[in-house]
C-alpha cells in the first residue's frame, strides 16, 4: 500500500479516538467534565461505556502506530518512533483501565508525557510551529490544573492537550497524503 494511503490512518487513528470517547460519554449520564477523568468511561464495571471507550483507545492506538512506523517515519524519523510509542501507552491506558488502580496511573502519565515529548520532537524535526504550540497548550493546561488555577476535573487538561497533539498529527497526516506520489514513497 502507497505511504500516501497510510497516511490517511494519521487522520483516521484520532478521529476513532474521539467519535469512541464521544459515544462513551453520550452513554454515561453521570459523567461531568467538572469532576471526572476520561478514563472513568472505561472502568471495567461500568459496562454501557467501557466497552466504547477502551476499544476506542485501542483502535485509535494501533492506527496511529501503523501511521507512524509507515508513513511518518519517512518523513519525520525520530517523531515517528515518538509518536508509535505514545500510541502504544494510548492502548496501555485501553487494557490497564481504572480497574487497574496504580498501574492506570502510570500508563495513563506515561501516555500524557509521551505525547508532550513526540510534540517538542516533531517541533525540533520539521521545525513546526503547530507542534511547538501543541507541547505549549498542552502543558499550560496541566500546569494550571496542577495548580487549581481552574475548578474542573482532569477529563480538562486531558482533553485539551490531546486535541492540541491531535491536530498535528492529523496536519501532518495530511501533508503526506497531499505529496505527489514519488514524494511520499
Same mark, same amino acid.
Not at 30 to 35: A, D, G, I
Not at 162 to 176: C, N
Given at each position: 500500500?502507497? @505511504?500516501?494511503?497510510?497516511?490517511?490512518?494519521?487522520?483516521?487513528?484520532?478521529?476513532?479516538?474521539?467519535?469512541? &470517547?464521544? &459515544?462513551?460519554?453520550?452513554?454515561?449520564?453521570?459523567?461531568?467534565?467538572?469532576?471526572?477523568?476520561?478514563? @472513568?468511561? *472505561?472502568?471495567?464495571?461500568?459496562?454501557?461505556?467501557?466497552?466504547? /471507550?477502551?476499544?476506542?483507545?485501542?483502535?485509535?492506538?494501533?492506527?496511529?502506530?501503523?501511521?507512524?512506523?509507515?508513513?511518518?517515519?519517512?518523513?519525520?524519523?525520530?517523531?515517528?518512533?515518538?509518536?508509535? *510509542?505514545?500510541a502504544f501507552f494510548l492502548q496501555?491506558?485501553?487494557?490497564? @483501565? =481504572?480497574?487497574?488502580?496504580?498501574?492506570?496511573?502510570?500508563?495513563?502519565?506515561?501516555?500524557?508525557?509521551?505525547? *508532550? &515529548?513526540?510534540?517538542?520532537? /516533531?517541533?525540533? =524535526?520539521?521545525?513546526?510551529?503547530?507542534?511547538?504550540?501543541?507541547?505549549?497548550?498542552?502543558?499550560?493546561?496541566?500546569?494550571?490544573?496542577?495548580?487549581? &488555577? /481552574?475548578?474542573?476535573?482532569?477529563?480538562?487538561?486531558?482533553?485539551?492537550?490531546?486535541?492540541?497533539?491531535?491536530?498535528?498529527?492529523?496536519?501532518?497526516?495530511?501533508?503526506? /497524503?497531499?505529496?505527489?506520489?514519488?514524494?511520499?514513497?
Amino acid at each position: 500500500m502507497e @505511504d500516501r494511503w497510510l497516511a490517511l490512518l494519521g487522520v483516521i487513528g484520532p478521529l476513532a479516538a474521539y467519535a469512541f &470517547v464521544g &459515544v462513551s460519554i453520550l452513554s454515561a449520564p453521570w459523567f461531568s467534565w467538572m469532576k471526572n477523568a476520561l478514563s @472513568d468511561l *472505561g472502568h471495567a464495571l461500568r459496562r454501557e461505556t467501557a466497552v466504547y /471507550y477502551n476499544f476506542g483507545l485501542a483502535l485509535s492506538g494501533f492506527l496511529i502506530i501503523v501511521y507512524a512506523i509507515t508513513a511518518l517515519r519517512k518523513h519525520a524519523k525520530y517523531t515517528s518512533l515518538c509518536l508509535a *510509542g505514545s500510541a502504544f501507552f494510548l492502548q496501555l491506558v485501553a487494557v490497564f @483501565d =481504572e480497574i487497574y488502580g496504580r498501574l492506570h496511573g502510570i500508563v495513563s502519565i506515561l501516555f500524557f508525557v509521551s505525547l *508532550g &515529548v513526540a510534540a517538542l520532537v /516533531y517541533t525540533v =524535526e520539521k521545525r513546526s510551529v503547530l507542534g511547538g504550540a501543541s507541547f505549549v497548550i498542552g502543558s499550560v493546561a496541566w500546569a494550571l490544573y496542577e495548580l487549581d &488555577v /481552574y475548578d474542573a476535573g482532569v477529563a480538562v487538561p486531558e482533553i485539551i492537550s490531546a486535541t492540541a497533539v491531535a491536530l498535528w498529527i492529523m496536519l501532518s497526516a495530511i501533508r503526506i /497524503y497531499k505529496m505527489p506520489p514519488q514524494e511520499s514513497k
